[in-house]
């Protein structure tokens, strides 16, 4: 493909997109539907979706968008954003975009462009970040870096990073966690990799690896992954500490369907559970939380997400995580531990949800931090809470 014709595709997927289609549904269907799109190809389309998708706002100010904008405009914005002569590939060419009219030739680019975050969540977004709004809003413009978690059950950090190195993947250590890898080179044969392949390296954000860190791992605990999807944080658990018993969760037992699989690669057995299956097993001396959320630390990976959030859902998902947080409280045991997680970057959904558990009186505190991505790694809150004795 040409450069004009990527840009031509980027088009068409962002209009499916913007109308509704998830972004990830529409790229795989596209790229199932254009077998003439070498890998490369794929990729440089991938780039010019998601890029618009982070920068929406901005792009269709600079491409002179209304509101909502259309595909042509973000990627008019974008190339204008990038200082590219959209004129040489908006030619009408073969599978080129269209010529630019005398409209978009004509568009003043803004001095003063719009930040990219839905406008209605701004102000929840400036009473949860303080001073570091504008620099958490100008990471959300740029991709998330690639992390590994390092399975210390299996190795040490310096021996999967030699191994990475040898399989062509280049790492950094990263700060923000002791188990954690940069991806710096080579991140598309990281699923190929033996250390990938044996167990000894998972994908996963540092943030999460920082938060699991945090909690009060020993040898010979009970510890229940309440709201656990695809088992990221229960073999992050198991990684760090030898000897507990394992058990996972969730109310959509089909997210957790490729964790048996992961688990066998980790070398590490982890029980799914039902309900009626915890509230036998229960009181565990650890629960994990990871409670479902706006996802708005993630919204590097998952741009469309943060256009798809309303009012009415962010209202909706505050009122079941107090739910969840409910539910879980009482299978913790006099003394245990609760740990409460989201991927998420408002206080609505963090420090507030805690605050208004802790009220009950039965629990305090022993550890709280919010994970920004200036600290390396998405956006992620966790808190840790005790149950008295």
Known sequence: MTPAARVEAAIGLLDRILNGAPAEQALTQWARASRYAGSGDRAAVRDHVYDALRCRRSFAAMGGAGDPPIGRQLMLGALRAAGVEAETLFSGAAHAPEPLTDVERAHTLPTDLPPDMPEWLLPDLSRSLGAALVT?????????????????????????????????????????????????????????????????????DAAPQAAVAMLPLRKGLKVLDYCAGGGGKVLAIAGRQ??????????????????????????????????????????????????????????????????????????????????????????????????????????????????????????SETARRLFLPSDGGDGFFCAVLTRES
């Open 136 to 204: 958490v809003l100008e990471a959300e413009r740029h991709r998330a870096p690639v992390f590994l978690r390092v399975n210390l059950a299996k190795g040490t950090l310096a021996e999967a990073q030699s191994a990475l190195s040898e399989a062509g993947v280049a790492t950094t250590a990263e700060p923000l966690a002791d188990t954690a890898l940069r991806v710096v080179a080579g991140g598309g044969k990281v699923r190929s990799a033996a250390p990938y392949l044996d167990g000894r390296v998972e994908l996963q």
């Open 242 to 363: 030898k000897g507990m018993a394992l058990f996972a969760h969730d109310a959509a037992a089909a997210r957790m369907r490729d964790l048996p699989e992961r688990a066998r690669r980790a070398g590490v057995a982890v029980t799914l559970a039902d309900q009626d299956a915890i509230n036998r097993a229960a009181p565990f001396d650890l629960v994990v939380l990871d409670a479902p959320c706006s996802g708005s630390g993630t919204w590097r990976r998952t741009p469309d997400a943060k256009w798809r959030l309303t009012p009415e859902r962010l209202a909706e998902l505050r009122d079941l995580q107090a739910q969840i947080l409910a539910k879980a409280a009482p299978l913790v045991r006099d003394g245990g531990s609760l740990a409460y997680m989201t991927c998420s970057l408002l206080r609505s959904e963090n420090d507030d949800q805690v605050d208004n558990f802790l009220r009950t009186g039965e629990w």
